[in-house]
């Protein structure tokens, strides 16, 4: 192999076997452009070579779902003349670079891929993990991924509603930031597409200039890091989130004007990305001059100028006869637009430098024919699964639930997203005081849900359980809440697919989202796959980030998650049938098998827990709060209710339920709260006879005190003060 052969590997990132087979499909040796269009393209964060195979496992559509294959975002028919679209993405190899741009930019991203469908954003939220806090960087981290999502996401005046945060050692190196955003059609409104068509229309650059930040951003997404991260500070793009408002209202107004035929947002690989699939997706060509492509820096190369990712930009399709008016619109809006060249019916993208012929291909080699492989992977047999789970012994609870306050897991979040302006555009009923967020649909007023899902703890010990769980329980606080699941939309991170182990995670993980959402009659439409996350041969923790968006009839009377008054009853509805961990017994590190009927049963309890908010406000029960048990137990659960100066006592009946049991976590299982103890039993008893629950009364709300069992009496003001404080 020659010198030059093996730098251009090294510098684009390709296989041997990768470039034999680019020069195979082009019928010569790649010129310097055609090395970088087939690097970004043929990149894992591009192209899913190692991912494809399977994902085609995921049931993508029923009835409310419509055919989006290749969009930008998936898309919900909600019925009323109402749709949505939307969809998650990480951003994680940006942020651990540079956190703050890394996770504003990818906030800037994801709305983009709403917005280019022509949807209106409405709704934003985040699925973050990070390693230890005392960990190299972390802190540093923490506050730079925070800071980035509140400032960008402020700005841009969308509401970020809620999100998930999780901590574990294995994220050290590679901590994960995941963005999902939601997008309003109302009815009439026109959904744009990104398949280019029409011979002679015009191919028009839109938005903020091209500058050299995010150049192989792509690329550098698809690779593991080593001890120079700092180096590839270049890769990362820089957002503007003023330039991004602007963007939105020029777009939705372009398009409700009926000026463009296609639109599609420069993300990875930008103008590169942007330009080979709509030519490809359409089966026409594109002539394309880079030499007018407004940028910021007049020195950069074509190779530059095709691979940078500067932010807030946009490539659309319109008729000759309409270009005046929409650059009109573009300018009112102060924004660049500039028409690089035009539709061919000939199905080649030929980039030009003036004059010179860059390269001409058919784009279907480069978006059509990248590389898939069948990566070795082992079927799923984790070793943690166990028939029974033991009660910890000698363990001292005291002790135990001190040291709760000082670990991330457990605290409360405000210091997160108290940073996030939850409430702009006044559709948000429900946000992150609550597990699940609700808006208000502008034409219906029906209520829209959100949630995410995928618990770390559960995901170390059995990615395939761990998978289910991503799926079923923000299912499960959705349906509390009175709100049923439509759709999932997924950001599946992952480490090294080279490896078999690595493999196995993800298959397993895969198959498992597509068996839960076929249960729930919730497909899979859209998502994205970050394969990668490793650090000097460290990998992340199997982590399939899930995203779910709901319906229901109002946002009025949806029940909080806190405890609303002293002198109420708390009553848990207790599942018998599936046990998991516990974080005080997390030494054995073990969760119980998934049996034959677990997935029918879990998914006929879901739908019944939805029913339940119905039936409570139709029989006028007063259940007054709602809440899963989650990590932590009954015991912590409690914790993160307690509100004002209303706190609680579970020392009435420890015969029944020991020190062990209240810190157990409980999967599907929940507490309510209420003024009538008997009626409320009584109710749910009847309402949940088919199912092998344990309902009964756990303690009761009282003012200023914290009992959680006669032994552990924990100061009230001390402890909600360092459990609000968190981190």
């Known amino acids: 192999m020659s010198s030059d052969l093996s730098q251009n590997l090294k510098i684009y990132r390709l296989s041997m076997e990768e470039y034999e087979k680019m020069k195979t499909l082009l019928g010569h040796e790649p010129n310097v452009i055609e090395w970088c269009l087939f690097s970004a393209l043929w990149s894992e964060h591009c192209s899913y070579k190692s991912s494809k195979n399977h994902l085609r496992k995921f049931s993508f559509r029923n009835s409310n779902t419509p055919d989006m294959d290749g969009e930008n975002a998936g898309v919900v028919d909600l019925g009323y003349g109402e749709k949505i679209a939307f969809k998650m993405e990480s951003h994680n190899h940006p942020s651990f670079i540079e956190p703050v741009q890394g996770a504003a930019t990818g906030v800037g991203g994801i709305l983009r891929d709403i917005f280019t469908m022509g949807a209106r954003p409405i709704m934003s939220a985040n699925y973050l993990c990070f390693g230890d806090i005392e960990a190299p960087r972390m802190k540093h981290l923490m506050k730079g991924v925070v800071k980035g999502i509140s400032s960008y996401g402020n700005c841009v005046g969308v509401p970020t509603v809620t999100g998930q945060t999780n901590f574990h050692p294995l994220y050290n190196k590679n901590i994960l930031v995941n963005a999902l955003s939601v997008g309003y059609f109302g009815p009439e409104q026109r959904m744009a597409l990104s398949n280019a068509s029409g011979s002679g229309n015009l191919v028009v650059y839109v938005g903020a200039k091209t500058g050299r930040d995010g150049v192989h951003g792509a690329s550098m997404a698809s690779a593991s890091f080593d001890d120079d991260s700092e180096s590839k500070k270049p890769n990362v793009q820089i957002g503007d989130p003023f330039y991004e408002k602007l963007l939105i209202e020029a777009c939705l107004e372009v398009l409700e004007k009926n000026l463009v035929v296609a639109m599609q947002d420069m993300g990875a690989a930008g103008l590169t990305s942007s330009s080979f699939e709509m030519s490809s997706k359409g089966q026409v060509g594109f002539i394309l001059d880079l030499k007018k492509v407004p940028l910021r820096d007049s020195s950069m190369t074509p190779e530059d100028i095709l691979l940078s990712e500067s932010q807030e930009r946009m490539l659309l399709i319109c008729k000759p006869e309409k270009l005046s008016e929409l650059q009109e619109t573009f300018k009112k809006w102060s924004l660049d637009s500039a028409v690089l060249g035009e539709v061919q019916s000939d199905r080649k993208v030929k980039l ?185 041969d460290e990998n992340i923790p199997p982590t399939p980030a899930i995203g779910m968006v709901g319906m229901r009839d109002s946002v009025e009377d949806i029940l909080p998650d806190y405890f609303q008054a002293p002198m109420e009853y708390i009553v848990r509805v207790k599942m018998d049938w599936l046990q998991s961990y516990t974080w005080l017994n997390s030494l054995e590190q073990k969760v119980s098998q998934f049996t034959e009927n677990t997935h029918a049963d879990i998914a006929g309890f879901i739908k019944q827990c939805q029913a339940l908010d119905q039936k409570r406000q139709a029989e006028l029960i007063p259940i007054t709060s709602i809440k899963a048990i989650g990590l932590g137990g009954l015991a912590v659960t409690c914790l993160k209710m307690v509100q004002g100066n209303v706190g609680f006592d579970l020392s009435f009946d420890t015969s029944l339920i020991p020190e062990s049991e209240l810190f157990r976590d409980e999967l599907y299982s929940f507490i309510v709260t209420t003024t009538d103890l008997d009626l409320t039993i009584s109710f749910l008893k009847k309402h949940f006879k088919n199912f092998p629950v344990d309902i009964r009364k756990v303690g009761e709300t009282v003012t200023e005190k914290i009992h959680i069992s006669k032994k552990i009496i924990l100061d009230f003001k001390t402890t909600k003060s360092q459990f609000e404080k968190g981190l």
């Open 352 to 536: 030009m430098w003036g004059e010179e012929v860059l390269t001409n291909i058919d784009p279907d080699l480069i978006v059509e024919e990248a590389p898939r492989y069948d990566r070795p992977y082992q079927p799923w047999n984790s070793l943690q699964k166990t028939q029974a789970l033991q009660a910890p012994e000698k363990i001292n609870f005291q002790s135990l639930i001190e040291k709760a306050f000082k670990t991330s897991k457990l605290n409360r979040f405000q210091w997160i997203y108290n940073q996030y302006d939850q409430r702009v555009g006044a559709r948000t009923a429900t946000a992150c005081e609550s597990a699940v967020a609700h808006a208000r649909l502008d034409h219906s007023g029906r209520g829209l849900a959100l949630a995410v899902g995928c618990r770390t703890d559960l995901m170390v010990m059995d990615a395939q359980i761990g998978a289910f769980d991503a799926v079923y329980y923000p299912a499960f606080q959705m349906a509390l809440k009175g709100s049923v699941a439509l759709s999932i939309t997924d950001c599946l991170n992952f480490g090294n697919p080279q490896k078999p182990e690595i493999m196995s995670q993800f298959v397993a993980s895969v198959e498992a989202i597509a068996s839960a959402s076929v249960q729930l009659n919730a497909p899979v439409i859209s998502g994205n796959v970050s394969f990668y996350n490793e650090t000097l």
